[in-house]
């Protein structure tokens, strides 16, 4: 089953760190995609650009209109995801419980549909 491990964290820690502490979180990083690759679970993973640069798109009444930002403002922003292969959710959790930056933000866990089964 996929699952989508959304990650959350405080954009102000990343642009606080220096540039060898954020080095050391990145080397983090990369560590944990190559260990879930090699064990068959990595599908897709990405960072995000700051929420500076987000847009919130609505349409109403069939009138588009636009927003600067994100749709609510937040302590924690949206920072990037990986969406992976797991048994189950614990098994999943397991996964997301070994991404860097849950130790000062959070990884939010969500099954992905398959339509397919449906």
């Known amino acids: ?45 990405e960072a995000l650009q700051p929420v500076a640069t987000a847009t ?14 994100p749709f609510a403002e937040t302590k924690e922003q949206l920072g990037g995801f990986y969406l992976i292969e797991a048994r189950d959710l614990n098994e999943a959790i397991q996964v997301a419980a070994k991404i860097p930056s849950v130790r000062i933000g959070s990884v939010e866990v969500r099954p992905i549909v398959d339509f397919g089964e449906m």
């Open 56 to 69: 919130t798109v609505r349409v109403r009444d069939g009138k588009v209109t636009t927003t600067d930002g």
């Open 1 to 45: 089953m996929k699952y989508l491990c959304l990650i959350y964290g405080d954009e102000k820690l990343w642009e606080a760190m220096s540039k060898a502490e954020a080095d050391a979180e990145m080397a983090e990083y990369y560590q944990f995609t190559d260990g879930i690759r090699a064990a068959g679970q990595y599908v897709a993973g």
